[in-house]
């Protein structure tokens, strides 16, 4: 089975901070995604990867940048970390196959106070 | 714009009774859908996925989910609810890109 490992539970970081959420996936997937989930907003993609050193914008960059270096690992990274931050984190993976299927990790719950 | 809608915030339903949770999509061309479930403070686990072919699809925990293209619906449905069913159920379609589209959220509560 296809694994995803968020390197994080939980974390608890200050407003201001630069925070790097981690995300490594062992099926050498070529697509990966960073979503936000909120109450009552349900999931939203932050930013996607298709490739190494390539990425695509979702529907809520602003505040968030991340990087591809390996085709194994992509992470999320709050260049300033700010309260309206605080949320839970979920990263997915999927092959480039007719298989359709999206693995997602267990989710980092970040707090920014 | 594609986007994926579950009108019930919350279904309330008693152990052994069948369960519906509803979702609605609006998608170009043929959808992709999905089900997840989520346990409190846990990640998404797939539940089943329509493609193509028939369109009562049978997933994972005996539930089943059924497309109606003309309706365009992709219902959750179980026979029996059981209480350890109780969890937040997200539909979700795959966009004109490789993402995926969630809906809100569904809360199914489960009484013995």
């Known amino acids: 089975d296809v694994k995803v490992t968020q390197s994080s539970r939980y974390l608890v970081k200050r407003t201001g901070e630069k925070v790097f959420l981690e995300c490594v996936q062992d099926?050498?997937?070529?697509?990966m995604f960073w979503y936000r989930q909120d109450p009552g907003l349900g999931l939203r993609l932050i930013y996607f990867s298709y490739d190494v050193k390539m990425k695509e914008k979702g529907d809520i960059p602003e505040g968030y940048s991340v990087s591809r270096e390996k085709k194994e690992r992509f992470s999320l990274i709050l260049e300033s970390a700010s309260t309206n931050q605080t949320s839970m984190y979920l990263c997915?993976?999927?092959?480039?196959?007719?298989?359709?299927?999206?693995?997602f990790g267990s989710g980092t719950r970040l707090t920014v106070v | 714009a594609q986007s994926v809608a579950q009108p019930e915030d919350q279904v309330n339903v008693a152990e052994g009774n069948p369960l519906t949770v509803k979702c609605t999509y609006s998608?170009?061309?043929?959808?992709?859908l999905f089900w997840y479930v989520q346990y409190p403070n846990r990640g998404l686990q797939f539940l089943l996925k329509y493609i193509t072919g028939d369109n009562l699809v049978k997933g994972s925990y005996g539930f089943e989910a059924e497309f109606n293209k003309s309706q365009t619906s992709f219902h959750l449905k179980k026979p029996s609810a059981l209480v350890s069913d109780s969890a937040l159920y997200f539909c979700a379609v795959r966009g004109t890109g490789t993402a995926l589209i969630f809906g809100k959220g569904t809360t199914l509560s489960v009484s013995s």
């Open positions: 099926m050498d997937h070529e697509n």
């Open positions: 998608v170009s061309g043929n959808p992709y």
């Open positions: 997915a993976s999927r092959g480039s196959g007719t298989d359709y299927g999206y693995t």
